[in-house]
T-cell receptor, first 113, second 114 residues
Framework: NAGVMQNPRHLVRRRGQEARLRCSPM?????VYWYRQLPEEGLKFMVY????????ESGMPKERFSAEFPKEGPSILRIQQVVRGDSAAYFC???????????FGEGSWLTVV | GENVEQHPSTLSVQEGDSAVIKCTYS??????FPWYKQELGKRPQLIID?????GEKKDQRIAVTLNKTAKHFSLHITETQPEDSAVYFC?????????????FGKGTHLIIQP
């Protein structure tokens, strides 16, 4: 089992560009979660998705951020018109659903210059 | 919603001594409490978890205790080793383990002094 796979691991974007972060859950997992971690801070929940559905997006900024988990392919977190404050580590996690532990990917480090 | 407070933010102990990290939570419906260890530049990794139907759980040098009445839970690491140096996060969930409802503390930076 390859675990939760995220790419790219590191991404540099200029202000105003778009960032796309991808996450493939562990085999057998249909629930995907995105968290953001700012330097020296904890993990902030952003969004929870199941295949083709957004279940909870209460942690997502209202503008510029969107997420999807299509029927085929990885989950994608999209940040439009990036700003310096978007620089952070973005972690994806997955679970099979229900009362089970979540497992994190290695993270995608976004730097906005 | 749930609020998880974690203390201390930094903890320095001598190698071989014990380390204790404490967390409190606000939602009395929370029933699942995992602990994650994150090394610099790496992903958070689950090290131990406890559910609300037990008061203590142990795995080798690591133990977690839960006091539901007081709404606090603690991580205990005995005989600390250099490889225990990392940031530790507690979390609480009222969904029995799925991340829907998983709220994290701000983390404790544990430093093991040789």
């Amino acid at each position: 089992n390859a675990g939760v796979m995220q790419n790219p691991r590191h991404l540099v974007r200029r202000r105003g560009q778009e960032a796309r972060l991808r996450c493939s859950p562990m085999k057998g997992h249909s629930h995907v979660y995105w968290y953001r971690q700012l330097p020296e801070e904890g993990l902030k929940f952003m969004v929870y998705l199941q295949k083709e559905n957004i279940i909870d997006e209460s942690g997502m900024p209202k503008e510029r951020f969107s997420a999807e988990f299509p029927k085929e392919g990885p989950s994608i977190l999209r940040i439009q018109q990036v700003v310096r404050g978007d620089s952070a580590a973005y972690f994806c996690a997955s679970s099979p659903g229900g009362p089970n532990t979540i497992y994190f990917g290695e993270g995608s480090w976004l730097t906005v210059v | 919603g749930e609020n998880v407070e974690q203390h201390p933010s930094t903890l320095s102990v001598q190698e071989g001594d014990s380390a204790v990290i404490k967390c409190t939570y606000s939602d009395s419906a929370s029933n699942y409490f995992p602990w994650y260890k994150q090394e610099l530049g790496k992903r958070p990794q689950l090290i131990i978890d406890i559910r609300s139907n037990v008061g203590e759980k142990k795995d080798q040098r690591i133990a977690v205790t839960l006091n539901k009445t007081a709404k606090h839970f603690s991580l205990h690491i005995t005989e600390t080793q250099p490889e225990d140096s990392a940031v530790y996060f507690c979390a609480a969930s009222n969904q029995g383990g799925g991340a829907d409802g998983l709220t994290f503390g701000k983390g404790t930076h544990l430093i093991i002094q040789p």
